[in-house]
Structures are given as C-alpha cells and as structure tokens.
C-alpha cells in the first residue's frame, strides 16, 4: 500500500498534538464523583419528570442534587440545546411534551436572573450586534466559534467550566488547535519574560469564565427567592420599530391558558407610515417569571405560505417573540423576528394598561423648529383611556410648544395641533398628557447635520437554489449634531428615518474586484436580495456570488440650494454563502 505525503503529514501532525498536548480527557460518566468535590453549591432537582429522565446517567446524592445538572444553570434555549445533544448522542428518549416540560422546568429553577440575562438578550433575540469580549483568552479560545452571547447565556461552578472544555475536546478535537492550545515555542527560542502567563487559552479563560460567571451569585440568589409566575392578564398597548418600515403601534390581548406561566396572545398592530394593519394569535411561555419566549400565526393559521421569509411584515405565517418582562409586571420589552434567517424583526415596548390615560407612542418621531416666528404642526398621540373631556392645556410638550387646538379625539388616539416657536430649546421632549408621560417620544430639531445607514455593518447570505436567502434591509437616519455643536458625538439627536437614493460601490479588496455586479440587487427603497448560491461561469475563476460592498445613501433636502453638496454615509456589506449548519433553537416557546 501506497501511503501518500498527505496521509504522512495528518498523522505527522496528531503524533505531535499528542505529545505536546497537556490536557487529559478523562472518560467519565456525566461527571461522576462531581458532587463529592463541589460541596454544597449544587442546586437540588425537584422535578420528578427530570429525575425519571435523567438520573440514570445523572447521578442523584441525598441532597436531590443531579451531577451536571446541579451544577450549571442556562438559558431556556441552553436547556433545549443539552437536551438535544443528549437524544442525539447518548439515546436520550423523549416525547415532545416530555421535552417541553424538562426545558420550561430547568429554564425556571435552573436559569439565570433577570440581571444576569439581561446582557446578553441580544443573543436570544437574534439580533446582528458587535460584541465587546472583555477577557483576550476568552475571545482567542471561545468566540473563535461561539458569540459572546452564547457564552455569558449560563453559569456553572468551576468544575463544570474545566468539563464543559473537556466536552469540546472530545467532540470537536480541533478546537485545541483553533484556540485551546498554544503550539510550543522552538527549542531555542529564549525564555519568557519573568511573571509571563504560559497557560494555554483555555485554562485561562476557565479561570476568567468561573471567576465571573458562577453557578452561585448574589443575583440569583435573590431572584430565586422572590421568584413567582408573573399575572400578565389584561391589555397592553404595544409600540414598535422596524428598520425599513418604520414605526408601529397597537394592542396585545394577554389571556392566562390555565397553565402556570403559559399564555395566549391576541395581537392588532398598525405601521404608521402606510396604515397597514395585521392581527395574529400566539402562545408563549416566561420562564424564570420574567423571560418571555412564545410564537404568534398570521390570520391564515400555522402553515407556512411559500413566501413567508421574504415577508417584511409581521404578516410572516410564524413569528417569534423574546422578550423581558419587567419585575413589576408593568412593561414588556424585545424582539419579535422571523425569515430563514430571522432577519426580519420588530423591536417591540409593551406597556400595561390600567384604568388611568396612558400615552405611549406618537406617529412622528422629530419635528422641525422654524427659522423665524413660529409654525403649526399636526401631531397624533397614542394610547388608552384618553378621557372624554380632554383639553389642549392638559397636553404639555415643554418650553416653546403650545397646544393650539384638538383636531381629533378617541379613547385611543388624538390629533392635536403644535405651535412651535423659532425660540423653543433643541432636544427630545416628553410629551405629558395630564400625569401620563411619554418619556423622549419628540425631538425638536434646527437642521439635519448628517445622515448615517442603519445597520452600518450588514450581512446577507445567498441562496435559492437548495438553501434560502438571507435578506437585509437598510434604512438612513437623520442626525442633529446635539448641545456640544460637534456632530459624531455621544449627544447627537436621532430624527428618524429620511428618504434617500441608494447605491452600491465596490469595496475594493482584490485586483480587478467586481463583487457589486453579482451579489444581488439594491431596491429604491433600500431593500437588498441576494443572488443565487453556487458556483458562476461568469465570474472571474467561476466563484461564488459572494462579495464585499459599500452600501451608500444620498440625502439632498428639498429646500436645500442648488449647489449645496448633498448628505451621504456608506455601510459596509457581506454578502456570503449560506448557513449550512444552524444551531438555532426554534423549539423555545412553541
């Protein structure tokens, strides 16, 4: 048999892993012994459906506590994801209902508190955010795969962190050359500097991760004391954002299903800026009393239509909610998304209604100060409960406003007509409709100073052929440049959306780059499909359709003279190939 250089080289290199390599992974059956060496941090297992199921690979001590299990708390979607690995690589049998219960069980009394989760929402929500890694060996040993997100989703005592390291070698055995393990250095190579940390990564960032983020916490502590099932029954009033589409605003019905912490929701939403109006009906579940993850189904029921990814409202067939619930029951806040990618989302506020007027929300975010003397505005107000006997002067937006008149008035929304004076203070306004505030619902503006693109870094994905495509959407907001006249700065006021002409530009990265004539198409109104996957005859090497673009917006004013330069930003833009591989959780809140 012939034995090819290729062939002497792979085992070349594991020879070498292996002798450098200090890490030993010992075989163990679900952390035996685990409970003996962590005293008594370990949280007790009082679920009776999770010992059936689980303690006969989970060893029970005689303080309920289960190894492994005892020892880590994550986030519902980290629940669902062990359990997952569990049917999938160790015969774990489950029925849907079974699984369900188990997930909702340990997301509740083996989770995290609200401060706790509260960072790393952006995770659960699916949403694109650079993330900050604090820690340089966890960035170089843990997010070379995983987010940022991912990772600070859980706890766990030490012992766990070293095993969970251990997991990996043992299922994915490159991560000790991606990031676990330092090469060592050449025999002759000087030696380091006094007080230099040779550890590999991944010891450090065990030390960092258990130091940090501990299966015991104050935090948690507290939270599991005064844990409860939130009372959500009643009517919210619901505003919202979506990049593109603008504002949105609306009711969700809440109605308890007679289960603790499951309910039913029955949702009407209305975008401002076209009036389109979309009703769905949903399910959810809180877990931990404050984290909410439920699905919603258009009026046409759960099955899927063929174009429900490409749908840029809420009107997609499935929609997925997660969001938080505050600890006074008051409000609701997160994300709603959907699409293949969940590219598509709804930021959403959720805020209870009672008996007394509320005002949320306003169907214009930023309003224009005149030049000279003054000028009316018209201006609708949203919300619940607006009394009958409703006068201009209950309405207040701040020094240099004045309510001239009530055009329009029903219980839930008023037309009111705004003098602004050419004197009236810059900045957001809240807008008090008697003891109900809207806090930061209005700026009052000079001039728009420059425009920048939302999002400024953006990533689609190709697609079509035998996976979907991965839209994005782009939208350009108005800035004004704040109190320290310096525009690019922290203070700088957010107007809101601005009609624009939009355009592609190379982003020149290679010789001859033609990335922008393949990638896909740019919509006047900033909307971006992808191309197809797979490989393109046309294409210098017949490569993909993949590419890297600036994405540009241009703004000239209307009133703005005939040679005044117009306002522009540029995004930069990924297109890539599809995500073969996903690790998603869409089972969370069915």
Known sequence: MQITKALVAVVFSLVLFFCWANVSVQPQAQGAGQAAKAGDDGLPVNNALVVQKCASCHKKDDKGR?????????????????????????????????????????????????????????????????????????????????????????????EEWDLLVNM????????????????????????????????????????????????????????SANMRAPKLAGRWLLSGYQIGRGRVYGEVI???TGVEDEFTTKTKIQYLKDGATITRNGRSIVYAGYSWRGRSFNDKGKTADANAAVTTTTDAAELREVMFVSRDWSQIEGRWFWGDYEEFGLDVSLR????????????????????TASATESLTLYGANFPADLRAEDIDFGAGVKVKRIANASANAVTVELEIASTAPVGKRDIALRRSFAPGAITLYDKVDYIKINPDNALARLGGVRFPKGYQQFEAIAWQRG????????????????????????????????????????????????????????????????????????????????????????????????????????????
């Open 352 to 371: 209870r209604v009672s008996s007394e007027p509320l005002v949320i929300s306003a169907n214009q975010q930023a309003l224009k100060i005149p030049a």
């Open 483 to 590: 109190a320290d006249n310096k525009p690019q700065t922290a203070d700088d006021l957010n107007l809101g959306p601005i009609d624009v002409e939009w355009s592609i530009d190379e982003f020149p990265s290679t010789y001859d780059d033609d990335d922008k004539n393949y990638i896909g198409t740019l919509s006047p109104t900033g909307f971006f499909t992808p191309s197809v996957e797979g490989p393109n005859p046309k294409r210098k090497f017949e490569r993909n359709n993949y590419g890297e673009v600036w994405v540009v917006a241009t703004h000239k004013a209307k009133d703005a003279a005939p040679n005044a330069k117009p306002l522009t930003a540029r995004a930069y833009f990924v297109v890539t190939v599809p995500l073969y591989v996903k690790w998603d959780q869409p089972e969370v809140g069915r």
């Open 254 to 256: 809440i109605e308890p």
């Open 66 to 158: 289960l190894t492994r299990i005892s020892y880590e708390r994550l986030s519902p979607e980290g629940w669902q994801q062990a359990i997952k690995r569990m049917v999938r690589l160790n015969g774990l049998s489950l029925t849907p209902e079974d699984a369900r219960a188990i997930v909702k069980y340990l997301g509740t009394y083996h989770g995290l508190a609200p401060e706790e989760a509260k960072p790393a929402m952006y995770y659960a929500e699916h949403r694109l955010q650079e993330e900050t890694v604090p820690d340089e060996s966890v960035r170089t040993a843990c997010t070379v795969c995983h987010t940022y997100g991912r990772i600070i989703s859980q706890r766990r005592n030490k």
């Open 168 to 223: 990996h070698v043992g299922y994915f055995p490159v991560v000790e050359f991606q990031g676990f393990r330092r090469f060592p250095p050449p025999p002759d190579a000087p030696p380091p500097p006094p007080g230099t940390d040779t550890r590999h990564p991944a010891d450090r960032a065990v030390e960092y991760l258990s130091k940090n983020f501990p299966l015991q916490t104050p935090e948690w502590s507290a939270w």
